[in-house]
């Protein structure tokens, strides 16, 4: 039997129907979840790419894998309307239209030489997904630059997604590039970046980081049903991107926090951002928060384990039946991801009082300790990107 490996490699650089939008937004709290339990706390995936990939490898299979993952990824058993979902969610994530904002998802699948797919799992993949489709030697060994030329040509900006290894006991690989670049609404001023230490959530230093500074207008909560604060930070010119920092209260640790979103939801975060704004008004918020990059490369496998998948990954019950008739399994699922934040925007212990003063002064908004992090298509509460920020280090 034959491999199939899924590969992903996501991409940030610097300088929908709203019910079919919950569905990728429930399973991106919990794949973060699961995933920073295996990079040690410190981490950047994009939920929203790993979720597009896997709901077009959904349609390919049929029996438990198939079951699996519909429940894994929240989809709906009818595959018109889990492509009619599919395609209008995306056209309105990606929509181009914000100024200052560059955001683009591209989905490709090679295949072996002598390899055949069904041709209505073809069409739904070129057609739906937009997916290009390319035949390859896989035994070759320029097959790896092959593949790589054939993303970067589409206008990707990355390179050396795949790897030559990644070709040796495969027959199809299935790979989603997604990027993005969003400059701040209100950038951080460069000459205010100073050295400043950054500690953990008991005030113990860990590190040292080029704390940004910022003081201007914007929506920013108290929730003490979190235990922590909450802060937007909007992209571009209209608010439809932004990222959404999350900072626990000192002695409250991320993961603690993290699992409280399973009971407040995004739309209800931003609901009480929205709320405090109409109640108190814009609030001039002193931010200091990092600048920095991560970079991660972690395999999903025990991550999609742990929500449930597993046949699909098991060469004696993996079901790709509408994909192929060939007998396939899914090797491993790689996910590459990169977030820069810095003055200008992202490319994906503060005084007690601070934390329960009613808005009668400037709020101090200083993310000096571990906090977590989405880059977020607002309207739709969409995760493009998400991450937790643990590790300090200078950037």
Request: net charge neutral; aromatic share 12%; proline share 5%.
């Amino acid at each position: 039997m034959k491999t199939v490996l899924f590969t992903l490699f996501l991409f940030t650089k610097a300088f929908c129907a709203p019910e079919f939008g919950e569905r990728a937004r429930n399973f991106s709290i919990e794949l973060l979840h699961y995933t920073q339990l295996e990079t040690d706390g410190h981490v950047v995936i994009s939920p929203f790419g790993v979720w597009s990939l896997m709901t077009g490898v959904t349609l390919g299979t049929t029996g438990n894998s198939r079951n699996q993952l519909v429940r894994a990824f929240l989809l709906p058993n009818n595959p018109t309307t889990l492509v009619d979902g599919y395609v209008n969610l995306t056209r309105t994530v990606l929509d181009p239209s914000t100024n200052g904002v560059t955001l683009s998802s591209k989905n490709f699948m090679f295949l072996d030489t002598g390899f055949n797919i069904m041709p209505e799992f073809r069409k739904t993949i070129t057609g739906d997904f937009g997916a290009m489709i390319q035949n390859l030697n896989f035994k070759d060994s320029n097959a790896a630059q092959i593949a790589n030329n054939v993303i970067q040509n589409t206008g990707a900006s990355v390179s050396n997604v795949l790897r030559s290894d990644d070709f040796a006991d495969s027959r199809m690989i299935l790979t989603n590039v997604i990027s993005f670049k969003g400059l701040w609404s209100t950038p951080f001023n460069v000459t205010d970046t100073t050295v400043e230490p950054f500690y953990d959530e008991n005030k113990n230093e860990i590190g040292k980081v080029n704390m940004m500074f910022l003081k201007t207008q914007l929506a920013y909560s108290n929730l003490r049903e979190m235990e922590a604060l909450v802060l937007e930070l909007p992209y571009g010119d209209d608010g439809k991107y932004c990222m959404l920092i999350i900072l626990p209260y000192p002695k409250k640790k991320v993961t603690d926090i993290y699992k409280k979103l399973a009971e407040n939801s995004f739309p209800e975060i931003f609901k009480r951002l929205q709320r405090d704004v109409d109640t108190y008004g814009l609030d001039e918020v002193n931010v200091k928060l990092p600048r920095f990059k991560i970079s991660t490369n972690v395999v999903l496998n025990k991550p999609l384990n742990n929500m449930g998948v597993y046949d699909i990954f098991d060469p004696n019950l993996a079901s790709f039946k509408k994909a192929t008739n060939e007998d396939i399994y899914v090797s491993a699922i790689v996910h590459k991801a990169e977030i820069e934040v810095t003055e200008s925007g992202t490319v994906a212990s503060a005084a007690t009082s601070a934390y329960f003063a009613d808005r009668i002064s400037s709020p101090n908004y200083q993310a000096n300790r571990p906090f977590i992090y989405f880059v977020m298509e607002k309207p739709t509460s969409t995760v493009i990107f998400s991450g937790i920020y643990s590790k300090p280090s200078i950037f």
